[in-house]
């Protein structure tokens, strides 16, 4: 799943706990789910993603896949 974030409110709040639901879903059925997600929006919303982060394998921005992590994730 990828997605942009130009500001921060609301929307990214609940985004963050559904991705953390459909996460669990998925690795309960035997399935990766790994998280592309970028923008100044995360810069004033740190709490949800955080959250997220220490809940799910893997959540990574434009920057770390520039660098060669997705590449890596999928090896």
């Known amino acids: 799943k990828t997605n942009f974030y130009g500001g921060g409110g609301?929307?990214?709040?609940?985004?963050?706990?559904?991705?953390?639901?459909?996460?669990?879903?998925?690795?309960?059925?035997?399935?990766?789910?790994?998280?592309?997600?970028?923008?100044?929006?995360?810069?004033?919303?740190?709490r949800p993603l955080r959250d997220t982060f220490n809940t799910t394998d893997y959540i990574i921005n434009l920057d770390m896949i520039q660098k060669g992590i997705l590449e890596e994730l999928l090896k």
């Open 10 to 46: 609301s929307k990214l709040k609940s985004t963050a706990g559904e991705y953390a639901d459909i996460y669990h879903q998925w690795t309960n059925d035997g399935h990766q789910f790994i998280w592309i997600t970028d923008g100044y929006g995360w810069k004033t919303t740190q």
